[in-house]
C-alpha cells in the first residue's frame, strides 16, 4: 500500500494537470468510498487494539468535543456582545456614509437606493480606514456560519459579502420545497440577517487576481439579474456586455463559492444541459421542478392523449442514488400519492395508473456515504414504494428532455428510457471560477488538488497562492492537505462535500480572524529545514508554519488565557454528527455520528429524528 501510494504521488507530481470532475454517480461513490474510510491492512487489528488505544481514542474523542464547547460558548457570547452594539454601529454608519456622499442625514432613504451600492462600499474603500479588508465570497453555508461568527465590530478588520443571491438557502429542505411540502420562504434568510454589521454587495466575482489581490466583479442589474458563477461565458457574454463591472481590492479573500450540479464543460455524458435535465441545488431549480411536476400532471389531464402516451408523460427518471436522488424521490412518491389519491379525492385521482418513478445509479448500492444495513433498507424502501432502481446502470447520453439511454455496466447492453421529465442529481463539478482561480496558483498546488478542489492547508490557507494568508476556500470548492511535500498522503482529508463541512470550517475561519492570530504563518524552506519568514510577493507559500498570536507568543497572559492557551491556532478538525435522509412515506434513514460512535435507526423512528 505504501509503495502504491509513493507510486500515485510520483505520478501526480509528474503528469500534466488535470482538473478532475464528478461527472457522475459512480465517481461521487468512489470519492465518498475515500473519505469515509480506510483500508485496512492489519489483518491482526482485533487483537493488536489494547485498552490503552481505546481509552486514548476516547480521551482524544473528549478533548475535541470539549474543545467544540467551548467555541460554541466563546460563539454566544461573541454574538451575544454584538448585538448590543449593532443599533449604534449602523445608525452611526449610515451618518457617516450620508456625510461623505454628500447627503444630508434628512435625505429620504430613496437616496440610498438610488446611489445602490454606498453603504456597502464608502468603508470597504475608505483610505483613512487602516483595517484589514476581508472579503467573503459566496453566501453558501461556509460564509453564513462565517458572518455568523465574526465579530466586525472587535476584530480589527472590515468585512464585505460578495454573492449573486443575498439569501441563506437551507438545502437539506430543497427537495421538500420542490413538491410543495415546503414554502420557498421557509428555507431561505436573508444574508443581511446573519450579521448587520457585515455589508453585503449583490454581485458576481468574474474572476480572481491572487497576486494582485484584487477581484472582478459584475454588479447585478436594476432587475436583479446577474450572470451567475455557474454559467459558462458563452452563455453570458451579451448580458455581461451591459452590466456594470468593477474591481475591489482586498487584504484577505476567503473563497466559498461552492460547486455546481451537472457539471458545465467538458462532461463525459453529452446531452447533460439545462435545457435537456432538471437540476436540485438552487431556489430557482426547486421553483422550475415544482412547476414542471405541475404542468406534466396537467397535460397528462388532457384530452386525445393515448394511455401510452399519458406513462410516458408520467414517467420521471431521476439519475443518482446519493442523498439529494433519494430524498427527492421520496418527496415525490408521497406527493404524487397524494393527489392521485381516490380515498383523499386528490386533485389527479384519475392517474393513478400512469405514474411510475425510475432512479438510474452507477454503483451497486444507494446512498453510498451510509452504512451497510442502511443501504439496504433504503433500497428495501424505495423498491417497496414502486420506484424502479436501477444499479450498476449508467447513462450514455441524454438525447432530449423526453430521452434518456442508460446502460448496464456489466454487460454494456443499452436501454432507451422514454420520460416527462430527467431529473439530473448525479455528481458535482467545480465552478467555472474556482477552474480559472487554480489556473493561477503554482504548479505545486495544483498537482495536489483533487477533483478540481483548491488545495489548502489545516488552517484553510489556499496552498500555493501569494501572498500566504491571504487566500483561504472552504466547503465544497476545497480538500485539506495536511502532508508536507507531498509525504503521508493518508492524512490528506478530502471531506464529504456536506454542509456540515462546510459551516464547520466557516467558524473556524471566524475564529481565527475573532481571535487575532497572525494569519501569514512561516515557511519551512526545504533547504535548511527552518522556518522562516514568507516572502509575501512570492508564490512559495506551500505549507505554512500554523497561524501564531504574537501578542500572547510576546508573554500577554491575558492574550495567552483567552486563548485557552493556544499560541498557535490549532488546526481544523471536523466533528462529524452523522448522517439523515428522507425516504418518504414516513421514513428516513438517521445514522447520528459523533466521532466514531454511531447511533443507527431506519423507518419511523428514523424520520422522528429527521
Same mark, same amino acid.
Given at each position: 500500500m505504501k509503495a502504491q501510494a509513493e507510486t500515485s504521488k510520483e505520478t501526480q507530481r509528474t503528469e500534466p494537470l488535470t482538473i478532475k470532475k464528478i461527472?457522475?454517480?459512480?465517481?461521487?461513490?468512489?470519492?465518498?468510498?475515500?473519505?469515509?474510510?480506510k483500508p485496512n491492512t492489519n489483518t491482526n487489528s482485533t487483537i493488536t487494539t489494547t485498552s490503552d488505544d481505546i481509552l486514548k481514542a476516547w480521551l482524544d474523542f473528549a478533548s475535541i468535543l470539549f474543545n467544540k464547547g467551548l467555541d460554541t460558548i466563546e460563539d454566544a457570547y461573541t454574538h451575544f456582545r454584538r448585538l448590543q452594539l449593532e443599533e449604534a454601529y449602523l445608525n452611526q454608519t449610515i451618518a457617516s456614509t450620508f456625510n461623505m456622499d454628500g447627503l444630508s442625514s434628512s435625505s429620504s432613504s430613496s437616496s440610498i437606493t438610488e446611489e445602490g451600492i454606498i453603504i456597502a462600499l464608502t468603508q470597504w474603500n475608505d483610505p483613512l480606514d487602516k483595517r484589514p479588508r476581508v472579503l467573503v465570497i459566496g453566501s453558501g453555508w461556509g460564509s453564513h456560519a462565517l458572518i455568523k461568527i465574526i465579530d466586525s465590530l472587535d476584530t480589527g478588520y472590515r468585512v464585505?459579502?460578495?454573492?449573486?443571491?443575498?439569501?441563506?438557502?437551507?438545502?437539506?429542505?430543497?427537495?421538500?420545497?420542490?413538491?410543495?411540502?415546503?414554502?420557498?420562504?421557509?428555507? $431561505? *434568510?436573508? +444574508?443581511?440577517?446573519?450579521?448587520p454589521t457585515v455589508p453585503f454587495l449583490e454581485g458576481t466575482v468574474l474572476d480572481i487576481h491572487p497576486m494582485e489581490r484584487l477581484v472582478d466583479v459584475q454588479l447585478s442589474n436594476s432587475d436583479g439579474s446577474s450572470k451567475s458563477q455557474l454559467e459558462s461565458?458563452?452563455?453570458?457574454?451579451?448580458?455581461?456586455?451591459?452590466?456594470?463591472?468593477?474591481?475591489?481590492?482586498?487584504?484577505?479573500?476567503?473563497?466559498?463559492?461552492?460547486?455546481?450540479?451537472?457539471g458545465s464543460s467538458g462532461r463525459k455524458v453529452p446531452g447533460v444541459t439545462y435545457?435537456?435535465?432538471?437540476?436540485?441545488?438552487?431556489?430557482?431549480?426547486?421553483?422550475?421542478?415544482?412547476?414542471?411536476?405541475g404542468d406534466l400532471l396537467e397535460r397528462a389531464s388532457g384530452p386525445g392523449l393515448s394511455n401510452e402516451h399519458r406513462r410516458r408523460m408520467l414517467h420521471f427518471v431521476v439519475v443518482g442514488g446519493g442523498a439529494t436522488? $433519494? *430524498?427527492? +424521490?421520496g418527496e415525490l412518491t408521497d406527493y404524487l400519492a397524494d393527489v392521485t389519491s381516490f380515498a383523499r379525492k386528490g386533485a389527479f385521482a384519475a392517474l393513478a395508473p400512469y405514474t411510475s418513478v425510475t432512479l438510474v445509479h452507477g454503483g451497486d448500492q444507494v446512498l453510498p456515504q451510509f452504512d451497510e444495513p442502511l443501504r439496504i433498507k433504503a433500497l428495501s424502501s424505495l423498491q417497496s414504494r414502486g420506484v424502479d432502481v436501477k444499479l450498476k446502470t449508467r447513462v450514455a447520453r441524454v438525447e432530449s428532455p423526453s430521452r434518456i439511454v442508460v446502460f448496464n455496466k456489466e454487460d454494456k447492453a443499452e436501454e432507451i428510457l422514454d420520460c416527462g421529465i430527467i431529473i439530473w442529481a448525479a455528481g458535482t463539478a467545480p465552478v467555472?471560477?474556482?477552474?480559472?482561480?487554480?489556473?493561477?496558483?503554482?504548479?505545486?498546488?495544483?498537482?495536489?488538488?483533487?477533483?478540481?478542489?483548491?488545495?489548502?492547508?489545516?488552517?484553510l490557507r489556499v496552498i500555493g497562492a501569494p501572498h500566504c494568508g491571504s487566500l483561504f476556500a472552504l466547503g465544497d470548492a476545497s480538500a485539506i492537505i495536511r502532508s508536507r511535500g507531498g509525504e503521508n498522503n493518508g492524512d490528506d482529508e478530502i471531506l464529504p462535500q456536506t454542509a456540515q463541512v462546510a459551516a464547520q470550517q466557516g467558524?473556524?475561519?471566524?475564529?481565527?480572524?475573532?481571535r487575532g492570530y497572525d494569519l501569514t504563518g512561516s515557511h519551512v524552506s526545504t533547504?535548511?529545514?527552518?522556518?522562516?519568514?514568507?516572502?509575501?510577493d512570492s508564490n512559495d507559500s506551500l505549507f505554512a508554519s500554523p497561524p501564531v498570536h504574537l501578542e500572547a507568543r510576546g508573554g500577554d497572559i491575558g492574550k495567552i488565557v483567552q486563548l485557552r492557551g493556544n499560541i498557535e491556532a490549532k488546526s481544523f478538525e471536523f466533528l462529524n454528527l452523522g448522517l439523515l435522509a428522507f425516504l418518504g412515506g414516513g421514513e428516513a434513514l438517521s445514522q447520528i455520528q459523533v466521532g466514531e460512535n454511531k447511533l443507527i435507526e431506519a423507518g419511523s423512528t428514523g424520520f422522528l429524528l429527521w
Amino acid at each position: 500500500m505504501k509503495a502504491q501510494a509513493e507510486t500515485s504521488k510520483e505520478t501526480q507530481r509528474t503528469e500534466p494537470l488535470t482538473i478532475k470532475k464528478i461527472d457522475s454517480e459512480e465517481d461521487s461513490d468512489k470519492l465518498t468510498s475515500t473519505t469515509t474510510s480506510k483500508p485496512n491492512t492489519n489483518t491482526n487489528s482485533t487483537i493488536t487494539t489494547t485498552s490503552d488505544d481505546i481509552l486514548k481514542a476516547w480521551l482524544d474523542f473528549a478533548s475535541i468535543l470539549f474543545n467544540k464547547g467551548l467555541d460554541t460558548i466563546e460563539d454566544a457570547y461573541t454574538h451575544f456582545r454584538r448585538l448590543q452594539l449593532e443599533e449604534a454601529y449602523l445608525n452611526q454608519t449610515i451618518a457617516s456614509t450620508f456625510n461623505m456622499d454628500g447627503l444630508s442625514s434628512s435625505s429620504s432613504s430613496s437616496s440610498i437606493t438610488e446611489e445602490g451600492i454606498i453603504i456597502a462600499l464608502t468603508q470597504w474603500n475608505d483610505p483613512l480606514d487602516k483595517r484589514p479588508r476581508v472579503l467573503v465570497i459566496g453566501s453558501g453555508w461556509g460564509s453564513h456560519a462565517l458572518i455568523k461568527i465574526i465579530d466586525s465590530l472587535d476584530t480589527g478588520y472590515r468585512v464585505l459579502c460578495i454573492s449573486p443571491m443575498n439569501y441563506f438557502l437551507f438545502t437539506p429542505m430543497l427537495a421538500s420545497s420542490s413538491v410543495g411540502t415546503i414554502e420557498f420562504r421557509s428555507i $431561505v *434568510e436573508p +444574508i443581511r440577517d446573519a450579521n448587520p454589521t457585515v455589508p453585503f454587495l449583490e454581485g458576481t466575482v468574474l474572476d480572481i487576481h491572487p497576486m494582485e489581490r484584487l477581484v472582478d466583479v459584475q454588479l447585478s442589474n436594476s432587475d436583479g439579474s446577474s450572470k451567475s458563477q455557474l454559467e459558462s461565458q458563452s452563455q453570458s457574454d451579451v448580458a455581461a456586455q451591459q452590466q456594470t463591472t468593477i474591481q475591489l481590492s482586498y487584504d484577505i479573500a476567503v473563497y466559498a463559492c461552492g460547486v455546481q450540479a451537472g457539471g458545465s464543460s467538458g462532461r463525459k455524458v453529452p446531452g447533460v444541459t439545462y435545457a435537456n435535465c432538471h437540476f436540485l441545488k438552487t431556489i430557482a431549480d426547486a421553483v422550475r421542478l415544482r412547476s414542471s411536476v405541475g404542468d406534466l400532471l396537467e397535460r397528462a389531464s388532457g384530452p386525445g392523449l393515448s394511455n401510452e402516451h399519458r406513462r410516458r408523460m408520467l414517467h420521471f427518471v431521476v439519475v443518482g442514488g446519493g442523498a439529494t436522488g $433519494v *430524498e427527492y +424521490i421520496g418527496e415525490l412518491t408521497d406527493y404524487l400519492a397524494d393527489v392521485t389519491s381516490f380515498a383523499r379525492k386528490g386533485a389527479f385521482a384519475a392517474l393513478a395508473p400512469y405514474t411510475s418513478v425510475t432512479l438510474v445509479h452507477g454503483g451497486d448500492q444507494v446512498l453510498p456515504q451510509f452504512d451497510e444495513p442502511l443501504r439496504i433498507k433504503a433500497l428495501s424502501s424505495l423498491q417497496s414504494r414502486g420506484v424502479d432502481v436501477k444499479l450498476k446502470t449508467r447513462v450514455a447520453r441524454v438525447e432530449s428532455p423526453s430521452r434518456i439511454v442508460v446502460f448496464n455496466k456489466e454487460d454494456k447492453a443499452e436501454e432507451i428510457l422514454d420520460c416527462g421529465i430527467i431529473i439530473w442529481a448525479a455528481g458535482t463539478a467545480p465552478v467555472p471560477l474556482t477552474e480559472r482561480l487554480l489556473g493561477k496558483l503554482s504548479p505545486e498546488a495544483r498537482a495536489l488538488s483533487s477533483y478540481g478542489r483548491l488545495a489548502v492547508d489545516p488552517w484553510l490557507r489556499v496552498i500555493g497562492a501569494p501572498h500566504c494568508g491571504s487566500l483561504f476556500a472552504l466547503g465544497d470548492a476545497s480538500a485539506i492537505i495536511r502532508s508536507r511535500g507531498g509525504e503521508n498522503n493518508g492524512d490528506d482529508e478530502i471531506l464529504p462535500q456536506t454542509a456540515q463541512v462546510a459551516a464547520q470550517q466557516g467558524a473556524f475561519m471566524a475564529r481565527l480572524l475573532n481571535r487575532g492570530y497572525d494569519l501569514t504563518g512561516s515557511h519551512v524552506s526545504t533547504e535548511k529545514g527552518k522556518p522562516v519568514k514568507p516572502d509575501n510577493d512570492s508564490n512559495d507559500s506551500l505549507f505554512a508554519s500554523p497561524p501564531v498570536h504574537l501578542e500572547a507568543r510576546g508573554g500577554d497572559i491575558g492574550k495567552i488565557v483567552q486563548l485557552r492557551g493556544n499560541i498557535e491556532a490549532k488546526s481544523f478538525e471536523f466533528l462529524n454528527l452523522g448522517l439523515l435522509a428522507f425516504l418518504g412515506g414516513g421514513e428516513a434513514l438517521s445514522q447520528i455520528q459523533v466521532g466514531e460512535n454511531k447511533l443507527i435507526e431506519a423507518g419511523s423512528t428514523g424520520f422522528l429524528l429527521w
